[in-house]
């Protein structure tokens, strides 16, 4: 088996807790390089993870003939033009959610992918996990019969310390995240009920600024019809009071 180099673009949390570390205990996988635009940060990094080159310049990285995938774990407006640039150069890409900010930004990596011969994948891990597995084997083998209606509630405070800080706040900065917290927390949750029930063949949803304390959304209300007639209904409110939060979501079938 080929190798993976790994050459990493944004050196945050995520890469600090979660894909970094694990980048380097996966067989025939290593990560070869990083980059931030912190010099210093690039360097610490770098350092602590035994990772043998650091990059300020993204296209400096993408361009390092020894690294052969690219991960692309920055804020969302950048995912594009990474992506695109990644491409360009020979290299497979995988991409953190959301995949980019806008529809359009997403169909430009989609054609430049099909015009390559390299793969872009998206970082939704779960649909790997054994708990998410072990669900999708029960549901298809209708353990609780047809199901008649999927039901998600994600209620937090304003502020949550559920979320990562970041010294710019991107979440909440549309230029940057896209529309703010639902941008950034729902992909994952959409991604999976993908996984379990299939293609939607209809959606509709609106957005709200019920708080006015940030410029992006803070509620989210979104219905989707799965194939087989599978309905979904959800609601995303950031702007909950505190004894009110809540994350879960419901699947309910003919059998219980």
């Known amino acids: 088996m080929k190798k993976i180099n790994w050459g990493i673009l944004g050196c945050g949390n995520v890469t600090?807790?979660?894909?970094?570390?694990?980048?380097?205990?996966?067989?025939?996988?290593?990560?070869?390089?990083?980059?931030?635009?912190?010099?210093?940060?690039?360097?610490?990094?770098?350092?602590?993870?035994?990772?043998?080159?650091?990059?300020?310049?993204?296209?400096?990285?993408?361009?390092?003939?020894?690294?052969?995938?690219?991960?692309?774990?920055?804020?969302?407006?950048?995912?594009?033009?990474?992506?695109?640039?990644?491409?360009?150069?020979?290299?497979?890409?995988?991409?953190?959610?959301?995949?980019?900010?806008?529809?359009?930004?997403?169909?430009?990596?989609?054609?430049?992918?099909?015009?390559?011969?390299?793969?872009?994948?998206?970082?939704?891990?779960?649909?790997?996990?054994?708990?998410?597995?072990?669900?999708?084997?029960?549901?298809?083998?209708?353990?609780?019969?047809?199901?008649?209606?999927?039901?998600?509630?994600?209620?937090?405070?304003?502020?949550?310390?559920?979320?990562?800080k970041t010294e710019e706040n991107w979440r909440v900065n549309p230029e940057i995240s896209g529309g703010g917290l639902f941008f950034d927390l729902a992909p994952h949750q959409l991604d999976i009920l993908i996984f379990l029930f299939g293609e939607p063949i209809h959606y509709s949803g609106y957005s709200l600024n019920q708080s006015k304390k940030e410029v992006v959304a803070d509620f989210t209300s979104g219905q989707i019809l799965f194939k087989n007639n599978i309905p979904f209904q959800g609601i995303w409110n950031f702007n909950s009071h505190p004894n009110n939060e809540i994350e879960k979501c419901d699947i309910i079938g003919e059998k219980g």
């Open 16 to 164: 600090e807790l979660k894909s970094g570390p694990a980048f380097n205990k996966v067989p025939h996988s290593k990560i070869e390089a990083v980059m931030r635009r912190n010099a210093s940060k690039a360097a610490d990094y770098a350092k602590r993870h035994q990772i043998e080159k650091w990059y300020q310049n993204a296209n400096d990285l993408i361009n390092n003939t020894n690294v052969n995938a690219i991960y692309i774990a920055t804020p969302p407006a950048p995912h594009k033009d990474y992506a695109l640039q990644s491409l360009k150069a020979g290299k497979n890409v995988y991409i953190e959610k959301p995949v980019t900010i806008n529809v359009k930004d997403c169909e430009a990596i989609i054609e430049a992918e099909n015009k390559s011969s390299n793969k872009v994948t998206v970082a939704h891990y779960r649909r790997a996990l054994p708990l998410f597995l072990k669900l999708k084997e029960l549901i298809d083998q209708k353990i609780i019969g047809e199901i008649r209606l999927i039901d998600l509630k994600l209620f937090q405070k304003p502020g949550s310390d559920k979320i990562a």
